[in-house]
């Protein structure tokens, strides 16, 4: 896939991978560990690993992933405050076989529930403190090495007890290329437009909604090398969709089938299909929905379905995360 997308041949991609894993060993040691118990367990080279979860970054913004998100905080009728945050994840239809669910357990922390790809230790999920991520990439260079790879960023963020304590991690260390991910715990919810040079925090409109795709919306700061085919189209079409569902009737199941499904504009849809005119690895179409749910006095819980059949129609089987 780099040397598809990206030109990178192996050796191109260890030697970037390894100044990764210089800033990931001295900034989050705890982190690398994993990552060599996991090399070690897969038995392969450490600096496969890294390039895995520093993938985003070392292909340059060159990896055709579209991807729709949205955060949206209701109050029911009971007057409960739920937080609502939602994705539909594209990508390449052979990656979907890696998929997987993660549970991770750590003394201290909260526990974390993901779907991400093997090798991955960062990824779309929440934890039992009510902190949910999502992740939408951008296209945009410069990177820098000194600072941590997103799927770092979104584990750290996964790590958290709060949306703010998230923030203040990423504030921390800092974002090596420029990526966007949402964040929400029960009662704040951010679209952070990260950059290695500056970033730019999103907040929720005035109806406790708030949506990204693929492309900056407010950080004047990321410059899109190529822009995303079809990202405004889709940021547009969920905007328009939100506005017809009353804010009493949101529910997981609403989100997943009033737009979530929304199949307007073929591959560029909010739930795209694949373009059979384009090279089989930059064939992009979703592969799953996810639907977090806080709220007061719940435990948190998600739900997930993938896509299937030609159509790329989510199955009827849900899973629950």
């Not at 292909?59 to 539909?88: I, P």
């Not at 999502?134 to 296209?139: D, G, K, S, V």
């Not at 007890?161 to 949402?182: N, T």
């Amino acid at each position: 896939m780099f040397e598809s997308n990206s030109k990178f041949n192996r050796n191109d991609v260890r030697q970037r991978a390894s100044e990764y894993e210089i800033t990931i060993r001295s900034a989050v040691p705890h982190l690398h560990e994993e990552l060599v118990g996991i090399a070690a367990g897969a038995g392969i080279d450490i600096l496969d690993v890294v390039a895995l979860n520093s993938r985003s970054e070392i292909a340059l913004g060159e990896f055709k992933d579209g991807c729709t998100s949205l955060s949206w905080k209701v109050q029911k009728k009971n007057d409960k405050l739920v937080q609502y945050l939602s994705q539909n994840w594209d990508w390449v239809r052979p990656i979907q076989e890696n998929l997987a669910f993660v549970e991770i357990k750590q003394d201290g922390k909260p526990t974390i529930k993901m779907v991400t790809e093997a090798g991955i230790i960062g990824k779309i999920g929440y934890n039992d403190a009510s902190v949910g991520v999502l992740l939408n990439a951008l296209r945009s260079s410069p990177v820098d090495t000194s600072k941590l790879p997103i799927h770092i960023i979104l584990r750290l963020c996964l790590e958290s007890s709060s949306a703010a304590e998230a923030v203040s991690q990423i504030e921390r260390f800092g974002a090596a290329s420029a990526q966007h991910i949402l964040i929400a715990d029960l009662h704040t919810a951010l679209g952070l437009e990260l950059s290695p040079i500056k970033s730019h925090y999103m907040a929720p409109n005035e109806s406790g909604f708030l949506a990204h795709t693929n492309h900056p919306i407010e950080n004047t700061f990321i410059k899109e090398t190529i822009p995303f085919e079809g990202s405004k189209e889709r940021l547009e079409r969920t905007i328009e969709l939100v506005k017809m569902i009353p804010a009493e009737s949101v529910c997981t199941s609403v989100l997943r089938e009033s737009i979530f499904s929304d199949k307007l504009n073929g591959h560029k849809a909010i739930c795209g299909v694949e373009d059979p005119h384009k090279e089989e690895w930059i064939r992009t179409m979703t592969l799953f929905n996810i639907v977090m749910r806080f709220s007061e006095g719940e435990v948190p819980t998600a739900q997930v379905v993938f896509t299937i059949g030609p159509e790329n129609t989510f199955d009827k089987d849900i899973l629950d995360l």
